[in-house]
């Protein structure tokens, strides 16, 4: 039984995952569509991106004027800004970042 049309859906696997996707799709164009969405000026991008398929929305995040960061330690994220090691550290700055922002 053929779950998925082929052609239609493209399949990702990793270290303990697997993402089926329509072929089409594509982090960075998805994020610029959701950017397009927000319409406050003050409104700063922040991407949080744990595999090599981020790096193409780390470029749309940085292009954006963003803040794109890196989590884990598997993959090296040269357009990140930012790296955190596990993804504890990114609960931990998230806290930090909305409670300097009140």
Do not use: C
Not at 21 to 47: E, F, M, N
Not at 66 to 87: C, N, T, Y
Request: cysteine-free; aromatic content about 10%; glycine content about 10%.
């Amino acid at each position: 039984m053929r779950l998925l049309p082929a052609g239609n859906f493209r399949t990702l696997g990793g270290d303990r995952f697997l993402d089926a996707a329509p072929t089409a799709a594509r982090k960075g164009r998805t994020v610029d569509w959701l950017l397009d969405q927000i319409h406050d000026s003050g409104a700063l991008p922040v991407y949080f991106g744990d595999d090599d398929e981020d790096k193409e929305a780390f470029a749309v995040i940085r292009r954006r004027g963003g803040l794109p960061i890196g989590v884990g330690r598997r993959f090296a994220f040269e357009s990140a800004l930012e790296h955190l090691p596990p993804p504890e550290a990114a609960r931990v700055w998230l806290r930090s970042f909305l409670e300097d922002a009140e």
